[in-house]
């Protein structure tokens, strides 16, 4: 008989901090002010930054980006032709009370084992351009965790 119950891998805050930095120092870079944001594996927000110089109106675009990238376990990016008029997911923005967000500028965090931990999103620049500097936070936090799994590893 299985378990009545699981459990989940969550992005803990100071795993959030170090994949805005990374968001925020790749944005500085780009000469943008982005708004950024966290949420852990069941959507909910665990860190938001508000560059200087990011839209205000980009904020809800950025928490809704990090909830599509984690809730359905795929970059925003993906979704392309599939979503517009005729495609074979047209009107899947329009779900999830239109937070459901299908362009670029949202990835899921994923753990040393690939499991979906979290999400980050990014808006204020192009889609491009926010896909850039959420890829910065992905990369930086995932590669924190695969160093971490591989030092577990290397002591058994």
């Known amino acids: 008989m299985s378990s009545p119950t699981t459990v989940q891998e969550q992005l803990s805050l100071s795993g959030a901090r170090i994949a805005i930095t990374a968001a925020e120092e790749k944005a500085k870079a780009m000469g943008l002010g982005m708004n950024i944001a966290i949420v852990d594996a069941s959507t909910h927000l665990l ?6 110089g990011a839209k205000i109106t980009s904020i ?3 928490l809704d980006k990090a909830f599509t990238a984690a809730g359905h376990r795929v970059g925003t990016h993906t979704y392309k032709e599939a979503v517009w008029p005729g495609g074979v997911a047209f009107g899947l923005g329009n779900t999830n009370g239109g ?5 670029g500028g949202g990835l899921p965090i994923l753990n040393a084992k690939g499991d979906v931990i979290g999400g980050i999103g990014a808006s204020t620049g192009t889609p491009a351009q926010d896909q850039e500097v ?7 936090i995932e590669k924190v965790l ?10 058994l």
Request: glycine fraction near 6%; charge should be positive; hydrophobic fraction near 35%.
């Open 60 to 62: 809800n675009i950025a």
């Open 134 to 140: 959420v890829q910065a936070g992905k990369d930086a």
């Open 146 to 155: 695969r160093e971490g799994m591989e030092r577990i590893k290397s002591k």
């Open 99 to 103: 937070r459901f967000t299908t362009f």
């Open 47 to 52: 860190h938001f930054s508000r560059m200087p």
